[in-house]
């Protein structure tokens, strides 16, 4: 029973980790650039074949370095973000939510399709980085996933330093809050929401390369993780990253505990409670009143 | 003269319809069946995002309530009839847009967007699971219904239902859309604050204008299976509704009949770009294109055009 109880857990908190990996920067994006960013999940599968690549190319006598690939693929996706948010995004920031809407979800349309083009239209995957287990409490558990954990947890508390104790955190604060007049403060808002744009990218691309050994990858995979990410984002309120740090943690229980009691419905699972809090509290756990 | 040149335009492309199946090769009359349908539902679904100012990213599901109502009645009862599927199909589409509307409209604007998306996802979810039930993602195959006992022969016979059929409910949305109910979703969309302090309850309307627009998609759905031959469960996800959304701002969501236009636009593209090995790549490149260069739409851009044209014949 307690090994039951311990296995629900650290496979729940595994999944809320990769969740608040994906929806980590689309809150960030959306609180600066006020704009969902349906483009992580290109973000998130070019983590994923970047660090593919990157692993294949490897010469087997630096072998030690393919612990760098998910963080080097990051790099990439997150400057490919930033010349999309400069050629693309800066384009269309005055424009109807709906328009921004599709062309961020043009773009992936063209990510998978260059994914195809590239890679071709199969899974792929690698073998897992490290076979070693832990033995916790009779549990076994792979120590890769469990690095993944305490990776996530660093990314939390580096966005948390960023944010509260950084002048660079401050001013994305500043501009999240109000733009107007952090212009006026003599602020270069545009070059914020650039950086702010290559860190969300590379957020989800470190996210997408973390998991090629745990579920490989295929064409579309993105988007299965980005419709999980805008549930933890409606969840948790828009623009509060904090909050989706609960409301991952929450859909990733929720999903540990339907894979293992109600494993034909566990997705549908996530949905309902999804309903049912915006139903009690329309504008997410911890985001403010939506505008009327 | 701008009116004039829009009613001829207007009486000229609906000529082209009706005597298209004269001279037209049967793919064109498959490809124009399919237009039409899609813009049943690019029209529904104007009525939310342009008159209500409502986006919705979930209008798959009722394209999906629509199919998989005339799947499983035909697989389970045994119904085979469209004036039984049709009226059934409009009423489950509606009640499926009365339960979900029901957590949606109390969101607007992105949180609407996001909301309805994931609804379409769950539906998605449950229907490629009940493999038992719903024949996974493996769909069910359907025959063509009759219509009154008459068996619908060839793509042309079909051509001219779906035909009436669009105009009917262009014709009724029409008139939902200029009828005070109609005044009254618009000026919800354009100050819900001011509407509200009339005294007309803002949620109300929203819903409302949610349920009709997802019962007129519903009818699309019944005519897209039963022109395909499959109900799939992808026509729930967010693929299709992203693609209704297009259709509607291809045509130009400013315009009334922008979508319909837009939808019959989008499948001749789609037809032509499919061939290429990879369709999606440019479909994606052309979202970008029209949302950068051409945001009134292709009507919208007509409209524009003409009325430069008219200035330039003036002068």
Known sequence: MLELVINILLNGIFYAGILFLMSAGLQIIFGVLRIVNFAHAGAYILGIYFTYAIIKALPPEYSFLLWTAPLISAAFVGLLGLAFERGLLKLIYHRDPVFQILVTAGVVYMVDDLIRFTWGGYSIGVGPLTSATLNMGGVVYPLYNLLIILITLGVAIFLQVLFRKTDIGRVIRATAHDEEMTKAMGVNVGMVKALTFLFGSAIAGLAGGLMLPVTGGWPGVGNEYLILGFVVIALAGLGSVNGALIAAFIIGMVNSIGIQFFPEIELALIFIIMAVILTVKPSGLFGAQPRK | ?315
Request: proline share 3%; hydrophobic share 60%.
């Open chain 2, 1 to 315: 003269m701008l009116q004039r040149f829009y009613r001829t335009a207007l009486i000229v492309v609906l000529l082209i319809l009706i005597t298209g199946p004269i001279y037209f090769p049967s793919f064109v009359v498959y490809l124009l069946s399919y237009g039409l349908i899609m813009a049943i539902a690019a029209l529904a679904l104007n009525l939310l995002l342009g008159y209500t100012g409502l986006m919705s990213f979930g209008h798959g599901m009722f394209i999906g309530a629509g199919a998989y109502t005339v799947a499983l009645m035909m697989k389970y009862v045994g119904i085979h009839s469209f004036e039984v599927l049709l009226p059934l199909s409009i009423l489950i589409s509606a009640g499926l847009a009365a339960l979900v509307g029901c957590f949606c409209t109390r969101q607007i604007e992105i949180y609407f967007a996001m909301v309805t998306l994931a609804f379409g996802e769950l539906l998605f979810v449950l229907c490629s699971k009940f493999y038992g039930f719903t024949g996974g993602t493996d769909g069910i195959r359907v025959k063509i219904p009759t219509l009154f006992g008459y068996v619908f022969k060839g793509s042309v016979d079909f051509y001219y239902f779906v035909f009436s059929l669009f105009l009917l409910c262009a014709l009724a949305i029409w008139v939902i859309c200029n009828s005070p109910f109609g005044k009254a979703i618009q000026a919800v969309r354009d100050n819900a604050q001011r509407v509200e302090y009339l005294g007309l309850l803002v949620m109300k309307y929203r819903l409302i204008a949610f349920i009709i627009s997802g019962a007129f998609t519903g009818i699309a759905g019944v005519l897209m299976v039963s022109l395909t031959g499959h109900a799939v469960p992808e026509s729930f996800q967010v693929f299709t509704s992203i693609t209704i959304v297009f259709m509607v701002l291809l045509g130009g969501h400013t315009t009334f009949l922008g979508p319909a236009v837009g939808a019959i636009v989008f499948v001749f593209l789609q037809a032509w770009l499919k061939p290429l090995f990879f369709w999606q790549f440019f479909l994606g490149g052309a979202i970008i294109l029209l949302v950068v260069f051409l945001p009134g739409g292709v009507l919208g851009g007509i409209q524009l055009w003409a009325a430069k044209a008219l200035q330039r014949l003036r002068s």
